[in-house]
């Protein structure tokens, strides 16, 4: 959710693997215009609709994949600019989004991808979560409403954290990893190892210096994070 330490993780990941072809998308609703497509195309069920029925899953898996790649490659062309174009020698990219609402997708991007997406849940203590969105003065219309109303804030938290006590079981782990912000803080390399190997990168001192200098990347930061990283 918002105020977890999206921004400042997504931040590092691109600085220490800029150069193996990672690209930040930023807050782009890639996966939100993917589950969209999905519902026109299949009902609002469409996530038990494709893990159930196979035909419905050869029909339209491929179009829905080609949904979120160039869902993926318009917000590229918006969000990074070409002098920071990212340099690898086999030509792969992988892309990192971070919109806040993400989490409710991440079935669908598990589905359609399998082993070829890497979830990260990023967690923090719910009680910085909520004063931090609650005093953040969101201008982003309907989908942050919620921000404002306390009572609002703890029904929106019950059910994140329901879901994600049900994804936690049903997306292999391999495909899916907590990763707290307070980690991250107080274990910053040991953090940011085990990451780096979930990610099936192969973690070195060049890539921890990288790490370690987020805050000089040279992109700018739109979220309500902006004055952290």
Not at 22 to 35: D, F, N, Q, R, T
Not at 51 to 76: C, G, I, P
Not at 122 to 127: A, F, G, K, S, T
Not at 160 to 179: C, D, F, G, K, N
């Amino acid at each position: 959710p918002p105020r977890s330490g999206t921004s400042l993780l997504e931040n590092i990941i691109i600085s220490a693997s800029r150069h193996d072809g990672y690209i930040a998308l930023g807050e782009a609703p890639v996966l939100h215009e993917a589950s969209a497509r999905a519902e026109r195309e299949l009902g609002k069920d469409f996530i038990n609709t494709l893990a159930q029925d196979r035909q419905a899953w050869t029909r339209h898996r491929e179009s829905l994949v080609e949904a979120l790649k160039s869902a993926a490659e318009e917000s590229q062309a918006v969000s990074w600019s070409a002098a920071t174009e990212p340099i690898n020698q086999d030509g792969q990219i992988t892309f990192v989004t971070k919109w806040p609402f993400d989490f409710s997708h991440a079935a669908l991007a598990a589905l359609l991808l399998g082993d070829a997406v890497r979830i990260i849940h990023c967690r923090r203590d719910l009680r910085d979560v909520a004063v931090s969105v609650y005093l953040e003065n969101f201008k982003h219309g309907g989908t942050l409403l919620w921000t404002f109303d306390l009572q609002s804030l703890r029904t929106f938290f019950q059910r994140y954290l329901q879901l994600m006590a049900h994804l936690s079981t049903a997306i292999p782990q391999q495909i899916l990893r907590e990763v707290w912000y307070e980690d991250v803080i107080l274990d910053f390399d040991g953090t940011l190892t085990g990451l780096a190997g979930f990610l099936g990168a192969d973690w070195s001192p060049s890539m921890t210096r990288r790490a370690r200098n987020f805050h000089l990347l040279d992109r700018e930061v739109l979220t309500a994070s902006r004055d952290q990283v």
